[in-house]
Structure formats: C-alpha cells, structure tokens
T-cell receptor, first 110, second 114 residues
Framework: GENVEQHPSTLSVQEGDSAVIKCTYS??????FPWYKQELGKRPQLIID?????GEKKDQRIAVTLNKTAKHFSLHITETQPEDSAVYFC?????????FGTGTRLKVLA | DAGITQSPRHKVTETGTPVTLRCHQT?????MYWYRQDPGHGLRLIHY???????DKGEVSDGYSVSRSKTEDFLLTLESATSSQTSVYFC?????????????FGPGTRLTVL
C-alpha cells in the first residue's frame, strides 16, 4: 500500500548547526507534501509545504526540497535554535488521504 | 486553529465500554479525518469523511466507526473499547486552496482504556 518512510527517527544537533530530515514516498500520484512540527502535548502544526511542480521552497530558516523522480523530499533547518526542538512529521497527499511518516525527534543542544 | 474543537480532551474508560469522541468545526470544511497517534507509529488514519454521510476507512479502522450527519460534526465511536485503543486521537480538516489541500489538526483527545 501507500507508504512514507522518514529518517532519522531521532536527530541531535548543536545550536546553530543545520538539521536535515528525509522522507521517501511510494505513491507516484502524490502531488502535495507538507511538513508538521509537534511540540510535546500539542497538536501537529504545519510549518512548510511543497507542491509537486516545485523543486524547492524556503521560508526563513526552513526549506523543503522535492525530487519527484526519486520520490524523495527533505526538510532543512538552518541555524537551529532550542525552540526548534520538537517532533517533525512529513506527509504525502494522495486521493483524499494523507500518509504520514513516523516522525523525527529533533533535539537542539545549547 | 481553523476552528476545530474536540471533546472530550481527556477520557479514562474501562475495557468493553462504548466511547464516542466528537470533532466540531465552524468553517464548513468538506473533508474531515480521524487519526490516532502512538509512539513509533506517527499519525495513522482511522476514518475520513468527504461530505455529510460520506465516509471511508483508513488504514487502522478495525474497532472504530464514524458518523457525519452534519457538516460541522464528525463523530468517532469505539463500540467496545480495548486497551490497544489507548492513544491520542486527533481530528483534522482539509481546506481547499486551489489544487492544494492543506490539512489542519484539532487539539487532540487523550484516551486511556483500563
């Protein structure tokens, strides 16, 4: 069935360094790829998204890249800060339904 | 927050009892979803709705049923709760934004089945 694999499951970086989280999807019909940030005890919050007709999108310190041929997309966070510590989820949208990755716990060490 | 509320926010129940969780939205969104979130599994789709009385199963629908009699309300029912259904349940809605269908989540319901 449709699947989204997300790596790594945990990631620790020093404050100020960059963090990269990678996802691979299986449904070639997927055309929209959002990223969510979830802080402890809170709901997932959309932080950035990308459509299938775009290769890269940036929003301040956050960027997402998409390689449709390889069915890969990645989240890049530069100049990480302690408040970036959270669980990050990727997702791929098929027909009506989103398939989520299993999440990456990012720890930014001060 | 896209006008989404969930009730109750916390519930403790016993095995074998029926439980109904409610998702309410105020902005007339067509698509509504129920997910469960468990450590190591991320968010898994239970059921979704694409209109009043139009629902379909997700990947983990066994033991759950849903109903949508009004646009604003999407109910999730556990007919006979089991300990394996202890989880955090999130409702979500989709907004149409051209060809992009951005999804937003409710605050979640923490359910404990003893």
């Amino acid at each position: 069935g449709e699947n989204v694999e997300q790596h790594p499951s945990t990631l620790s970086v020093q404050e100020g360094d960059s963090a990269v989280i990678k996802c691979t999807y299986s449904d070639s019909a997927s055309n929209y790829f959002p990223w969510y940030k979830q802080e402890l005890g809170k709901r997932p919050q959309l932080i950035i998204d990308i459509r299938s007709n775009v290769g890269e999108k940036k929003d301040q310190r956050i960027a997402v890249t998409l390689n449709k041929t390889a069915k890969h997309f990645s989240l890049h966070i530069t100049e990480t800060q302690p408040e970036d510590s959270a669980v990050y989820f990727c997702a791929a949208l098929g027909t009506y339904k989103y398939i989520f990755g299993t999440g990456t716990r990012l720890k930014v060490l001060a | 927050d896209a006008g989404i509320t969930q009730s109750p926010r916390h519930k403790v129940t016993e095995t074998g009892t029926p439980v109904t969780l409610r998702c309410h939205q105020t902005e007339n969104h067509r698509y509504m979803y129920w997910y469960r979130q468990d450590p190591g599994h991320g968010l898994r789709l239970i059921h979704y709705s694409y209109g009043v009385k139009d629902t379909d199963k997700g990947e983990v629908s066994d033991g759950y049923s849903v109903s949508r009699s009004k646009t604003e309300d999407f109910l999730l029912t556990l007919e006979s709760a089991t300990s394996s259904q202890t989880s955090v349940y999130f409702c979500a809605i989709s907004e149409s934004m051209g060809e992009v269908d951005t999804q937003y989540f409710g605050p979640g319901t923490r359910l404990t089945v003893l």
